[in-house]
C-alpha cells in the first residue's frame, strides 16, 4: 500500500463518513448524497476486514449477510426506489441530475470487488470523485442555487480521462501477467469443499454458483479430472490443428463463472504440465472496461440483469473522440510496457455457463445511451483497440478454446442435463471427423448452398462458395473436432459475400445475457440491410435492441461464417430435457446450420496455412471484407 494512497485514502474515508450527519445539501440530493455515503462506509468496513483478514474467518452466514447488506439495493425487488435505476434516479432528481447521479452511483458499486482485492488506489479515486461532486453542492447551496449538470458532467470527465492510463495498464495486467493472481490463489490455495471461498471472490454468489459448487463437490475426482482434460486439450489442439506452435507461448487466460473451482484448478494444474502460467482477470465492473451485457473475463451471479441493461452504454456520459484517441494511446503503452508478456500470451480458455431464464430487458428512455456520434467512436476504437492488441499479441500465434456447462437454474433435471453435457462434451472426435469428411466432399463440389426453413421458420437464403483451384489438395470447409470450440460437431466456411443473400429467421435465440424471440435478418451481398425482431411493441425499439447488442452499433455487418451442425447427440438432448431455448449458441450451432455476422473465424491469421485431418489445404479463409486488412 502505498503511503500517499493511504493518507489519501484516510482523508477522504473520514470526510464520506461526516456526510450521513450532514445537511449542507439541498433535498432531493441530500438524500442521494447520505444514502451513498453510508453505502461507501460500508465498503470500508469490508475493506478494513479484509485488510485485517478477518474475512477469511467469516462463518458462511456472517459472508451472506455481508452479501446482502452490499447487494441487496439493486436486487429485482429493491430495484424500483434505487438510485442505480436510472428511472427512479430521474423521477427524484430530474432529467438533468437524474442520469447523471444513476451513473455515479454505478461507479461508485465497484467499490465493492476492490475492497475484497484490497485495491486502495481505486477505491481512494472513487471516494474523492463522490466528495468532488458533493462539495460542489455545498459550495454551490452557499452561493444560494444548484450546481450545473455540464459543472459535474466535466468532473466525471476530467476523472475518466485523468486516472485512463493506470485503469488500462492495469487492465491489461490482469489479463497478461501472472503475477496479478488475487483469483488464482483463492482457488489454489483454498479448500474448496469449504464453500466459504465463493465469497472471497466479492462477486454476487446466488444460488446457481453455490449450487454448481455443491455439485461439483459431490463429483468423483475422475470426472473433473475428466473435464479438465478436454479443457485443456482442446485448448492445445487448437494450436495443432491450427498450426500454430505453443511452444513459444508462456501465459493462458482462464475465463469462467464462479463455481468451478473444482474444474478451473486441475486445469491450471493441467496448464502447468504444458509450460502455461495461469491469468484470471475479473470481468469489467466500471463503465470504462464494461463490454455492455457481456461478460469478459471471471464472474458470479448478476443480481439484476436489468441493472446490467441500464448502465451498458454508461460511457455514454463523457465519451468523446478526444478520449477515445487517449485510452487508445494508453493502450499502446500499457502493451509496449508489457511486450515481451504479450508476445508469450497465447489467447483465452473460456468456460461458458448457460440455463438462465431468457431476460428480456426493458428499454428505458432515462437510461444513458449512445449518440449516433458516440456510436461510431464506440466502432471506430473497437476496431483501433483489436489492431494494437493483435499487434502485441498476434493472431496467427495465438489460439483459444470454449466450453460450456449447465447451471442450476436451467431446471429440476440439473444433474441429469449435466451428466449428459458433459458426454456430449467429450464424444469421439474420429467418429465425427469420417462423418463430416463426407459432408465436405460434396460440399467441396458445390458452387453454393441454399438454406430453408420449415415448420414456420421463414429462412431462405443462398450462400455462396468459394471456387476451388485444385480440389485434389484444397478444401473450402474446415473439419471442426473439439479443439477450440467444444463440443465436436461442425464443417464450417467464410462464404463469398458477393452472391449471398435471403432471409434468416430465428423463433428464439439467447445472446449475451439477452434474448432474441423473432429475429429477422436480411442479407444482401453479404451484408446486413434489414434487421427486426419480436421482443418490444415497436419496429424502431426492436431495431435499436439488434443494433445495440447484436450488430453492437455497426450500420451494417458482413456474413462472416457459414457452417452445417452434427452432432445429432446434442439435438436429441435438447428435444429431450426441453431446453432448445436455454442452449448457448456453442452447443445450438452444433445442431444444424448457423450463421455468424462479423469477421471470419480465421481474423488476424489468415496467412496460416492450415489442413484437414485428410491433408487438404483450407481454402476459405476470406471474404471481400476481411481481405481489405492487407
Same mark, same amino acid.
Given at each position: 500500500?502505498?503511503?500517499?494512497?493511504?493518507?489519501?485514502?484516510?482523508?477522504?474515508?473520514?470526510?464520506?463518513?461526516?456526510?450521513?450527519?450532514?445537511?449542507?445539501?439541498?433535498?432531493?440530493?441530500?438524500?442521494?448524497?447520505?444514502?451513498?455515503?453510508?453505502?461507501?462506509?460500508?465498503?470500508?468496513?469490508?475493506?478494513?476486514?479484509?485488510?485485517?483478514?478477518?474475512?477469511?474467518?467469516?462463518?458462511?452466514?456472517?459472508?451472506?449477510?455481508?452479501?446482502?447488506?452490499?447487494?441487496?439495493?439493486?436486487?429485482?425487488?429493491?430495484?424500483?426506489?434505487?438510485?442505480?435505476?436510472?428511472?427512479?434516479?430521474?423521477?427524484?432528481?430530474?432529467?438533468?441530475?437524474?442520469?447523471?447521479?444513476?451513473?455515479?452511483?454505478?461507479?461508485?458499486?465497484?467499490?465493492?470487488?476492490?475492497?475484497?482485492?484490497?485495491?486502495?488506489?481505486?477505491?481512494?479515486?472513487?471516494?474523492?470523485?463522490?466528495?468532488?461532486?458533493?462539495?460542489?453542492?455545498?459550495?454551490?447551496?452557499?452561493?444560494?442555487?444548484? *450546481?450545473?449538470?455540464?459543472?459535474?458532467?466535466?468532473?466525471?470527465?476530467?476523472?475518466?480521462?485523468?486516472?485512463?492510463?493506470?485503469?488500462?495498464?492495469?487492465?491489461?495486467?490482469?489479463?497478461?501477467?501472472?503475477?496479478?493472481?488475487?483469483?488464482?490463489?483463492?482457488?489454489?490455495?483454498?479448500?474448496?469443499?469449504? $464453500?466459504?471461498?465463493?465469497?472471497?471472490?466479492?462477486?454476487?454468489?446466488?444460488?446457481?454458483?453455490?449450487?454448481?459448487?455443491?455439485?461439483?463437490?459431490?463429483?468423483?475426482?475422475?470426472?473433473?479430472?475428466?473435464?479438465?482434460?478436454?479443457?485443456?486439450?482442446?485448448?492445445?489442439?487448437?494450436?495443432?490443428?491450427?498450426?500454430?506452435?505453443?511452444?513459444?507461448?508462456?501465459?493462458?487466460?482462464?475465463?469462467?463463472?464462479?463455481?468451478?473451482?473444482?474444474?478451473?484448478?486441475?486445469? &491450471?494444474?493441467?496448464?502447468?504440465?504444458?509450460?502455461?502460467?495461469?491469468?484470471?482477470?475479473?470481468?469489467?465492473?466500471?463503465?470504462?472496461?464494461?463490454?455492455?451485457?457481456?461478460?469478459?473475463?471471471?464472474?458470479?451471479?448478476?443480481?439484476?440483469?436489468?441493472?446490467?441493461?441500464?448502465?451498458?452504454?454508461?460511457?455514454?456520459?463523457?465519451?468523446?473522440?478526444?478520449?477515445?484517441?487517449?485510452?487508445?494511446? /494508453?493502450?499502446?503503452?500499457?502493451?509496449?510496457?508489457?511486450?515481451?508478456?504479450?508476445?508469450?500470451?497465447?489467447? *483465452?480458455?473460456?468456460?461458458?455457463?448457460?440455463?438462465?431464464?431468457?431476460? &428480456?430487458?426493458?428499454?428505458?428512455?432515462?437510461?444513458?445511451?449512445?449518440?449516433?456520434?458516440?456510436?461510431?467512436?464506440?466502432?471506430?476504437?473497437?476496431?483501433?483497440?483489436?489492431?494494437?492488441?493483435?499487434?502485441?499479441?498476434?493472431?496467427?500465434?495465438?489460439?483459444?478454446?470454449?466450453?460450456?456447462?449447465?447451471? *442450476?437454474?436451467?431446471?429440476?433435471?440439473?444433474?441429469?442435463?449435466?451428466?449428459?453435457?458433459?458426454?456430449?462434451?467429450?464424444?469421439?472426435?474420429?467418429?465425427?471427423?469420417?462423418?463430416?469428411?463426407?459432408?465436405?466432399?460434396?460440399?467441396?463440389?458445390?458452387?453454393?448452398?441454399?438454406?430453408?426453413?420449415?415448420?414456420?421458420?421463414?429462412?431462405?437464403?443462398?450462400?455462396?462458395?468459394?471456387?476451388?483451384?485444385?480440389?485434389?489438395?484444397?478444401?473450402?470447409?474446415?473439419?471442426?473436432?473439439?479443439?477450440?470450440?467444444?463440443? &465436436?460437431?461442425?464443417?464450417?466456411?467464410?462464404?463469398?459475400?458477393? /452472391?449471398?443473400?435471403?432471409?434468416?429467421?430465428?423463433?428464439?435465440?439467447?445472446?449475451?445475457?439477452?434474448?432474441?424471440?423473432?429475429?429477422?435478418?436480411? $442479407?444482401?451481398?453479404?451484408?446486413?440491410?434489414?434487421?427486426?425482431?419480436?421482443?418490444?411493441?415497436?419496429?424502431?425499439?426492436?431495431?435499436?435492441?439488434?443494433?445495440?447488442?447484436?450488430?453492437?452499433?455497426?450500420?451494417?455487418?458482413?456474413?462472416?461464417?457459414?457452417?452445417?451442425?452434427?452432432?445429432?447427440?446434442?439435438?436429441?438432448?435438447?428435444?429431450?430435457?426441453?431446453?432448445?431455448?436455454?442452449?448457448?449458441?456453442?452447443?445450438?450451432?452444433?445442431?444444424?446450420?448457423?450463421?455468424?455476422?462479423?469477421?471470419?473465424?480465421?481474423?488476424?491469421?489468415?496467412? &496460416?496455412?492450415?489442413?484437414?485431418?485428410?491433408?487438404?489445404?483450407?481454402?476459405?479463409?476470406?471474404?471481400?471484407?476481411?481481405?481489405?486488412?492487407?
Amino acid at each position: 500500500m502505498k503511503m500517499f494512497d493511504k493518507e489519501r485514502y484516510i482523508l477522504a474515508i473520514e470526510r464520506i463518513l461526516q456526510i450521513p450527519d450532514e445537511k449542507t445539501v439541498e433535498e432531493p440530493f441530500l438524500s442521494y448524497f447520505h444514502r451513498v455515503a453510508k453505502f461507501i462506509a460500508y465498503v470500508h468496513e469490508v475493506f478494513e476486514r479484509e485488510k485485517e483478514g478477518t474475512l477469511r474467518k467469516m462463518t458462511l452466514e456472517e459472508l451472506k449477510e455481508q452479501q446482502r447488506s452490499l447487494y441487496e439495493d439493486i436486487l429485482p425487488q429493491n430495484y424500483e426506489k434505487s438510485y442505480g435505476n436510472p428511472e427512479y434516479g430521474v423521477k427524484q432528481l430530474g432529467q438533468d441530475y437524474g442520469k447523471i447521479f444513476s451513473y455515479l452511483y454505478a461507479e461508485v458499486r465497484s467499490m465493492i470487488v476492490y475492497a475484497y482485492e484490497g485495491r486502495i488506489f481505486d477505491l481512494t479515486i472513487l471516494a474523492e470523485l463522490f466528495l468532488e461532486i458533493y462539495n460542489l453542492f455545498e459550495w454551490e447551496k452557499r452561493e444560494g442555487g444548484l *450546481p450545473k449538470a455540464e459543472d459535474i458532467q466535466q468532473i466525471i470527465y476530467s476523472f475518466e480521462s485523468d486516472y485512463s492510463q493506470e485503469r488500462i495498464e492495469r487492465r491489461i495486467g490482469e489479463q497478461i501477467d501472472p503475477s496479478y493472481d488475487f483469483a488464482v490463489k483463492i482457488i489454489m490455495e483454498s479448500d474448496l469443499t469449504d $464453500l466459504r471461498y465463493l465469497y472471497w471472490f466479492g462477486e454476487y454468489i446466488s444460488n446457481n454458483e453455490m449450487g454448481t459448487a455443491k455439485h461439483l463437490n459431490a463429483m468423483e475426482e475422475e470426472k473433473i479430472q475428466w473435464m479438465a482434460d478436454t479443457f485443456t486439450e482442446g485448448y492445445r489442439k487448437g494450436f495443432i490443428n491450427g498450426n500454430k506452435d505453443i511452444s513459444k507461448k508462456k501465459v493462458v487466460n482462464i475465463r469462467y463463472c464462479l463455481g468451478f473451482e473444482r474444474v478451473v484448478k486441475k486445469a &491450471v494444474e493441467n496448464f502447468k504440465k504444458m509450460g502455461l502460467k495461469v491469468t484470471i482477470f475479473r470481468a469489467g465492473v466500471n463503465s470504462s472496461s464494461k463490454k455492455g451485457t457481456h461478460k469478459t473475463g471471471y464472474y458470479g451471479g448478476i443480481p439484476n440483469k436489468q441493472y446490467e441493461f441500464d448502465h451498458k452504454e454508461d460511457q455514454a456520459l463523457y465519451l468523446d473522440r478526444r478520449l477515445a484517441n487517449k485510452k487508445l494511446e /494508453g493502450l499502446k503503452n500499457a502493451y509496449e510496457k508489457r511486450k515481451e508478456l504479450a508476445a508469450v500470451h497465447g489467447g *483465452p480458455a473460456v468456460m461458458e455457463v448457460f440455463g438462465e431464464e431468457p431476460f &428480456v430487458p426493458l428499454n428505458k428512455e432515462e437510461a444513458l445511451t449512445y449518440s449516433k456520434k458516440q456510436q461510431k467512436i464506440v466502432v471506430e476504437y473497437d476496431g483501433e483497440a483489436g489492431k494494437i492488441t493483435n499487434e502485441y499479441i498476434k493472431g496467427e500465434e495465438r489460439s483459444f478454446t470454449i466450453i460450456a456447462y449447465p447451471i *442450476p437454474e436451467i431446471g429440476e433435471a440439473y444433474s441429469e442435463i449435466f451428466d449428459e453435457i458433459v458426454a456430449i462434451n467429450t464424444l469421439d472426435n474420429e467418429k465425427y471427423e469420417k462423418i463430416q469428411q463426407t459432408i465436405i466432399d460434396l460440399l467441396d463440389e458445390s458452387a453454393f448452398v441454399e438454406v430453408k426453413g420449415m415448420n414456420g421458420n421463414r429462412t431462405d437464403l443462398k450462400i455462396a462458395l468459394h471456387p476451388l483451384k485444385n480440389p485434389e489438395k484444397e478444401t473450402g470447409f474446415e473439419n471442426c473436432v473439439a479443439d477450440v470450440n467444444i463440443p &465436436v460437431g461442425e464443417v464450417f466456411t467464410s462464404p463469398l459475400l458477393q /452472391g449471398t443473400s435471403g432471409i434468416l429467421h430465428v423463433g428464439q435465440v439467447y445472446l449475451h445475457e439477452l434474448s432474441y424471440t423473432d429475429l429477422e435478418i436480411t $442479407l444482401q451481398d453479404g451484408m446486413v440491410t434489414e434487421y427486426s425482431c419480436g421482443n418490444f411493441p415497436s419496429l424502431e425499439e426492436n431495431k435499436k435492441y439488434i443494433k445495440d447488442n447484436l450488430l453492437h452499433h455497426h450500420e451494417t455487418l458482413p456474413l462472416g461464417e457459414f457452417a452445417i451442425g452434427t452432432n445429432t447427440r446434442a439435438y436429441v438432448a435438447a428435444k429431450k430435457y426441453k431446453i432448445e431455448n436455454k442452449l448457448p449458441i456453442l452447443i445450438a450451432e452444433k445442431m444444424g446450420p448457423h450463421f455468424a455476422l462479423g469477421d471470419t473465424c480465421f481474423s488476424f491469421s489468415e496467412e &496460416v496455412k492450415t489442413y484437414n485431418p485428410d491433408g487438404k489445404e483450407m481454402m476459405a479463409k476470406e471474404n471481400e471484407r476481411s481481405i481489405l486488412r492487407k
